[in-house]
């Protein structure tokens, strides 16, 4: 079968999207990178892809599920939530049709705040004003994950912000708000931009109930941001992470499928050069970590094919 669809030519186009994420993270140059190399091949293909930013994992995960988009780059830890059904995500309903592709790049639960704020450990946001996100936003859902661990809720903060991800760096050195939450990719120009206008700090994530949470968890990882990344960031900070993940559904067209995960695979060099955050992309581990949604059945088809997945494998 995979060999057939690899061969196949069409002459009429097929219009694909791709949901992201804020254009100031990394979804959407991952997005518009993917688009980019399907979209250099597509009078072979036929299929033309446009990249589209969006309020990010949950916000996609909807649109995805109502028919809005294609496809999806979303948060593993909620690809795993709204593929067993969560109730953050249509009311508790598993997303049975949600199937995975590929896993990209790692991504780092961060919290970066004002120098001034007093805030040294995660412990320390209780009473502060924080941003944690817009709505649909997975940094909003994965923080919501913690704070019902810990026990606290909105009230537990002096002040809560919604804002978007491109907006809160700014915000934070206006001193609208103590600290922002950020789940992203390291290196980030928004946490630079946090960095560099205005004195502040990485804070670890490191308190024991959480450490404790992420142990237990199937989805968490410990994770590290990297010394020197970032100005003042001299030694690794702590926290936890996970990884970004490209989805669609079970219904999405099995030669579409082929000819993405293709790209991706055939050109992740290019791919590595788009972004620095890219830069330690292995295709073993993207096809073999974070995702906690069956495998659609053309991408499984292809890394078999090309020896990347185990035949027995589901």
């Known amino acids: ?49 446009r990249a589209e930013p969006s309020g990010g994992s949950l916000a996609n995960l909807q649109a995805l599920r109502e028919g809005r988009l294609d496809f999806a780059i979303v948060q593993s830890d909620w690809q795993a939530q709204a593929y067993h059904g969560s109730p953050l995500l249509s009311e508790g309903v598993p997303f049975s049709d949600l199937r995975a592709l590929v896993s990209l790049h790692s991504e780092i639960f961060t919290v970066v705040a004002r120098a001034d704020a007093g805030i040294a450990s995660f412990a320390d946001l209780r009473g502060k004003r924080v941003n944690i996100g817009n709505k649909g936003s997975g940094q909003r859902a994965t923080m919501e994950v913690l704070m019902t661990a810990l026990e606290w809720d909105l009230d537990s903060f002096a002040q809560v912000s919604d804002l978007p991800a491109e907006s809160q760096s700014a915000a934070l050195c206006a001193g609208e708000f103590d600290a922002m939450i950020y789940v992203v990719g390291h290196p980030s120009a928004s946490v630079e931009d946090a960095t560099t206008a205005c004195d502040s700090v990485l804070v670890p994530v490191d308190d024991p109930r ?44 099995l030669r579409v499928v082929n000819a993405l995960v293709r790209t991706i695979i055939t050109d992740l060099a290019a791919l590595r050069r788009a972004h620095p955050g890219f830069a330690s992309l292995d295709q073993q581990r993207m096809v073999e970590d974070f995702n906690t949604a069956p495998l659609h059945r053309a991408a499984r088809a292809y890394f078999r094919f090309e020896g990347l997945l185990e035949r027995s494998s589901p």
Do not use: W
């Open 210 to 253: 959480l450490r404790a949470i992420i142990a237990a968890s199937d989805v968490y990882g410990f994770a590290e941001i990297p010394a020197n990344l970032y100005r003042g960031n001299r030694e690794p900070v702590k926290s936890f992470g996970f990884a970004a993940t490209l989805v669609t559904t079970r219904q999405q067209g």
């Open 1 to 49: 079968m995979c060999i057939s669809l690899m061969s196949t030519r069409v002459t009429a186009e097929d219009f694909i999207t791709i949901g992201t994420g804020a254009v100031s993270g990394l979804y959407y140059p991952m997005g518009t990178a993917i688009c980019r190399l399907l979209n250099k091949d597509r009078r072979r293909h036929g299929i033309r892809c």
